[in-house]
């Protein structure tokens, strides 16, 4: 079975020219690459993986796609990634609920998680300040934000934005809104590597930056 399908592969890649110019498949192609991190050929590569293999494989994935954009939505009250509302984060009554963290994406927050070292709350901006990409402060969840803190018991924001230009500048730009509201600052230690993003930082880099965090 797996020979057969191996040769099913080979012979895709061989007819990969003529394939391709078939709409549907373009389509698919064009569907891929809009992953991050996947360019033409790595989509290519998908696309005939996809159309060569078992079609309960290809079905699957589709199924699999949809579910989780139907029941998939945002935190009500943090804006992270989750199937109930409140997130089981947000509704843990174990957590540390003087602390917030402050995250560009959702992603953010699971790579914390894998750290295991952090057991406050989170609260995710869903981008960064980019004034080139007409990304201001409404774009983002600040306002949200700042509402949390005025109503909580918050004693310290943790700003866990991205070790890039804008994620500094964001940073920046939060530290001055909230150091009216009489808590806490500070920002994660550099230990994430500068020009990329917490999903690409190992666990314990994570968490020792989490542990050297500085005032701002």
Request: proline share 5%; charged share 25%.
């Amino acid at each position: 079975m797996k020979h057969g399908r191996g040769c099913l592969e080979q012979a895709a890649v061989a007819a990969s020219p003529v394939l391709f110019e078939a709409p549907s498949a373009e389509r698919l192609v064009a569907a891929l690459r809009k992953l991050p991190g996947v360019g033409k050929r790595s989509a290519e590569r998908y696309a005939l993986h996809l159309l060569s293999g078992p079609l309960d494989d290809a079905v699957e994935l589709s199924e699999a796609i949809r579910q989780a954009r139907e029941h998939i939505k945002t935190c009500s009250t943090c804006g992270g990634l989750t199937e109930v509302d409140p997130c089981p984060i947000c509704a843990d009554p174990h957590r540390d609920r003087s602390l917030i963290c402050v995250v560009e994406q959702p992603v953010g927050i699971m790579a914390i998680e894998k750290g295991g070292s952090y057991r406050g709350l989170y609260h995710v901006l869903h981008g960064a300040l980019s004034p080139l990409e007409g990304i201001g402060p409404s774009e983002l969840t600040i306002d949200k934000l700042i509402a949390r803190v005025e109503t909580g018991n918050v004693a310290e924001v943790i700003l866990a934005t991205n070790a890039t230009v804008e994620g500094e500048n964001t940073a920046l730009y939060l530290s001055r809104q909230l150091s009216r509201l009489h808590v806490s600052i500070t920002r994660i230690a550099h230990g994430v590597p500068m020009g990329g993003g917490l999903e690409y930082a190992d666990d314990v880099t994570l968490a020792r930056a989490l542990e050297g965090r500085t005032r701002l």
